[in-house]
Nanobody, 112 residues
Framework: QVQLVESGGGLVQAGGSLRLSCAAS????????MAWYRQAPGHQRDLVAI???????NYADSVKGRFTISRDNAKSTVYLQMNSLKPEDTAVYYC??????WGQGTQVTVSS
């Protein structure tokens, strides 16, 4: 019934920035956490960033200082601001909301 719609992906040069958005098609009540994952071809899906109900955040070591996760609980929306992008950031990015909802993925490609 609920779908997560992602936007903001695309092609960017190394050193550039992108902002990903993930919005629920219907309001989700009692959200405990929101997160972003990514997966490159031939690799496992890894956690990139998470924000919990109390506002605390955690980031993968590879993106600390470059990526920022934020939320709008009233709109059941989560964002990922990505700065100083590197070719190694190239992947399909998936959002997740704790009741068990996944986005369908958006491609991010960073060229050198």
């Amino acid at each position: 019934q609920v779908q997560l719609v992602e936007s903001g992906g695309g092609l960017v040069q190394a050193g550039g920035s992108l902002r990903l958005s993930c919005a629920a098609s219907r309001t989700i009540s009692s959200i405990n956490a929101m997160a972003w994952y990514r997966q490159a071809p031939g690799h496992q899906r890894d956690l990139v960033a998470i924000i919990r109900s109390g506002g605390s955040t955690n980031y993968a070591d590879s993106v600390k200082g470059r990526f920022t996760i934020s939320r709008d609980n009233a709109k059941s929306t989560v964002y990922l601001q990505m700065n100083s992008l590197k070719p190694e950031d190239t992947a399909v990015y998936y959002c997740y909301i704790s009741p068990g909802y996944w986005g369908q993925g958006t491609q991010v490609t960073v060229s050198s």
